[in-house]
């Protein structure tokens, strides 16, 4: 090939690659709309693929259908792995079956991504990614630009978004937190003491506890937080950090900006999702975390990487 054609195929998939993102919101539309219509369930219930129909069938308040349009957000769908189909027959209905993909996505499944998904897929969480030109211009809350306050103020007078933030909160802090006991188990085995910064009302550190039940938990969050949080068994619920610490164990994400893993892109996409929601907050690099952990005071450390999107760091005082 020469330079000329070369240079002519680089140009074209540069184009098909602006194309590509341009539209990039409609696979995260689809899945939104599978997963509001609960087709991964109505498939799971069914145990085997089924087909458009059945999948109709299936969803609640569907008074006048257009199977049309399903069919054509599940090519989509299919195309992105989220569903396989089957062909049963030449000329036969498609059937419509689970990936690895979308048995995340189940509702009742104790370890889903749904809730998440539809969280930040919400109006109210999208509306902030509009205000990031305006973020780079002046500075400011890209959050408290869309809705004129911050998000934990915006969540105190929406309950409706309370919860829809809580549930998005909570699932992914359960897939996370069943990673962290068992990849951690060795680490957990010499604790005697375990301090949850900024732990709510003492979810996470009540799991680690069960299953740990040689370690003393501690949860520690503002004092109107905690003075509600339930009673669990091994666990202190405190308005202050005790003063004797040891090593902070923290379970975030280490980003790898030229890296191929698989949540290496995620990382990157959870750093801008920090200047759309949050004030002042960021996902570092290594070396950004080292510098943070220096300051702090704890200038030895070690990243644990574990099969899921954030790290486990072990960070020790002087």
């Excluded at 902030?128 to 211009?137: A, E, R, S």
């Amino acid at each position: 090939m020469g330079t000329k054609e070369a240079e002519a195929e680089l140009q074209l998939q540069g184009q098909a690659d602006i194309w590509k993102y341009m539209f990039s919101f409609a696979d995260t539309m689809a899945v939104k709309c599978a997963v509001e219509l609960r087709i991964p369930d109505i498939i799971n219930m069914h145990v085997e693929p089924i087909t458009l129909s059945q999948i109709v069938a299936g969803i609640p308040d569907a008074h006048s259908p257009d199977i049309s349009y399903l069919a054509r957000i599940m090519r989509l769908l299919v195309r992105r792995k989220i569903f396989a189909a089957h062909q049963t027959s030449e000329g036969g209905e498609t059937k419509y079956g689970l990936t690895h993909s979308s048995r995340w996505l189940l509702h009742d499944s104790k370890m889903t991504l749904a809730p998440m998904l539809i969280m930040e897929d919400h109006p109210c969480l999208m509306a902030p990614w509009h205000c990031f030109g305006q973020c780079v211009k002046e500075g400011g809350i890209a959050f408290e630009k869309a809705h004129g306050r911050m998000i934990w103020d915006y969540a105190s007078v929406n309950p409706e978004f309370n919860k829809l933030f809580n549930d998005g909160m909570a699932c992914t802090s359960k897939i996370v937190m069943n990673t962290f006991v068992s990849e951690y188990k060795d680490g957990l085995g010499s604790v005697a003491s375990l301090v949850d910064v900024g732990g709510g009302t003492g979810t996470a550190i009540a799991e680690i506890v069960k299953s740990n039940p040689h370690i003393k938990g501690i949860n520690f969050d503002l004092p109107h937080v905690v003075s509600t949080a339930p009673i669990y068994d091994g666990v202190t619920h405190v308005g202050a950090i005790p003063k004797e610490t040891g090593k902070v164990i923290i379970v975030d994400v280490v980003l790898q900006p030229e890296g191929n893993a698989i949540f290496d892109d995620t990382g990157i996409a959870f750093d801008l999702l920090m200047i759309a929601h949050v004030s002042g907050g960021k996902e570092r690099t290594e070396l950004e975390w080292k510098k943070v952990l220096e300051e702090g005071g704890f200038p030895r450390y070690n990243i644990i990487k574990i099969p899921a999107l954030p790290s486990i760091i072990e960070a020790f005082p002087k």
